[in-house]
């Protein structure tokens, strides 16, 4: 993707969202936001798509062995949680005090 035409994300690093697509969907189970890839449009979200990944051993992992931990999913298979609102919710951005805040457009609150 290049410079000139760069995503923007309502979604940060640790925001709380809910998966709304896939294998871990739950509308109701509120997951932490461990990372994000804007360039890859992906996002590494707590407890989602969980893989195995088979090791050698080495100098750091002497044991080696099967490790199960997080692979990224789409930004779009995931929404924004509102507490106020008991659910996810989308969006809008608005300028306060020249700074951007995420407002829900549910509740009307901003997101912190």
Known sequence: MSNRFKPKFNIKKGDTVVV???DDKDAKKPRKVLEVFPEKSRVL???VNIVTRH????????????VK???AIHISNVMLWDAKAGSGVKVKRSRENGKLVRISKETGEAIK
């Open 20 to 22: 709304i697509a896939g």
């Open 45 to 47: 979200v707590e407890g």
């Open 55 to 66: 090791t050698k051993p080495s100098a750091r992992n002497t044991r080696g062995g099967i």
């Open 69 to 71: 931990k997080e692979a």
